[in-house]
Nanobody, 128 residues
Framework: QVRLMESGGGSVQPGESLRLSCEFS????????VAWFRQAPGKQREFVSA??????????YYADSVKGRFAASRENAKNMVTLQMNRLTPEDTAIYYC???????????????????WGQGTQVTVSS
């Protein structure tokens, strides 16, 4: 059974940065794609980034809304994925979820249905 634990959320002002971490356990980390999704109040959950499994070459993929501001890093030795979030705006306010899956095809990497395992989420609030 895969277990995911997010940490690092908090409240910041616009323009500031936060770093989220997702600790993975229970299975072979390198065989799983680990993604970040977020859900803002009253909105559907949306894709943020995905750190591909080794069969995807370990590449990272981003939603257009965060490209250039967010950077995901996969640390296979620590079974961890981090999400460095820079130049945060109020529109980034959401609960951020870490998710893992190992059966998806590449074209579905941004689809939440591709992920069988989810963390509890961590709140990120950006407000002045």
């Amino acid at each position: 059974q895969v277990r995911l634990m997010e940490s690092g959320g908090g409240s910041v002002q616009p323009g500031e940065s936060l770093r989220l971490s997702c600790e993975f356990s229970g299975r072979t980390f390198s065989t799983y794609t680990v993604a970040w999704f977020r859900q803002a109040p009253g909105k559907q959950r949306e894709f943020v980034s995905a750190s591909g499994a080794s069969r995807f070459g370990g590449r990272t993929y981003y939603a257009d809304s965060v490209k250039g501001r967010f950077a995901a890093s996969r640390e296979n030795a620590k079974n961890m994925v981090t999400l460095q979030m820079n130049r945060l705006t109020p529109e980034d306010t959401a609960i951020y979820y870490c998710a893992a899956g190992n059966t998806m095809i590449l074209s579905s990497i941004a689809d939440e249905r591709s992920y069988a395992y989810w963390g509890q989420g961590t709140q990120v609030t950006v407000s002045s």
